[in-house]
């Protein structure tokens, strides 16, 4: 869905909130129902008053994640925003949870990146629904290695990796990066090793089908 992250006003700026603009305009050309995969906000749904299925990849990434037989996983959210996501992961892989707490410390001073959790000797998968410049998931890695974590992985949705973001993976402490097929990947991101994607057709499909047959679309994401 795009603009997904521009869903609020940030406090004393004078931006529109142009995730509503794009739900505006989809409605004056004539949509009835519209399909989505993890919304940056459920609250988006709100700006819709026409039917909306937000669909989750977490049976997709949880699957893929659960055939890798990984030892000692530990979910981590790259922000206390992330945390309800993270923590869904966590229950249903049986796992530890840890929060990565970014602060400033004051103007002109860099990014501290606060650690809740024990990390040390573990496999660490960094949850989220977005990676863009890969920025901030490349200082979480190398916070996570800093503080003894075996190895990092991360599974996002969307791919968008924008500007520098496959330069950045490929030299930063993060050991793969797995998104799903949302967005085409660009040549670079495929030729990178370090990223590999897994696909959500089948799930998209199912999820239409029901949709077509009137039947339940929350049974596809319950335990």
Not at 175 to 191: C, F, G, N, Q, S
Request: proline share 3%.
């Amino acid at each position: 869905f795009g603009y997904a992250r521009q869903d609020r006003r940030p406090r004393s700026a004078r931006v529109p909130i142009t995730a509503k603009v794009v739900a505006n305009m989809l409605q004056a050309v004539g949509v009835q129902r519209l399909l989505t995969m993890d919304l940056h906000a459920d609250q988006i749904q709100g700006f819709f008053d026409i039917a909306v299925d937000n669909v989750y990849a977490a049976p997709v990434l949880l699957a893929d994640l659960d055939k890798q037989k990984y030892d000692d996983l530990l979910v981590v959210s790259p922000d206390v925003g992330g945390v309800v996501r993270a923590r869904a992961f966590a229950k249903r892989m049986e796992c530890d949870l840890a929060i990565i707490d970014k602060r400033r410390p004051k103007a002109n001073v860099s990014e501290v990146m606060n650690i809740i959790g024990e990390v040390e000797g573990r496999t660490c998968v960094i949850m989220d629904d977005i990676v863009d410049t890969a920025g901030t998931l490349c200082k979480a890695a190398a916070a996570l290695k800093e503080h003894g974590a075996k190895r990092v992985l991360s599974y996002c949705t969307h791919a968008v990796l924008s500007g520098a973001a496959v330069s950045r993976i490929n030299d930063s402490a993060l050991d793969e990066l797995v998104v799903t097929d949302t967005i085409p990947l660009r040549e670079d991101a495929k030729a990178c090793n370090r990223i590999r994607q897994v696909s959500v057709a089948s799930l998209l499909a199912d999820t239409i089908l029901r949709i077509s047959n009137e039947e339940s679309v929350s049974s596809l994401f319950m335990e």
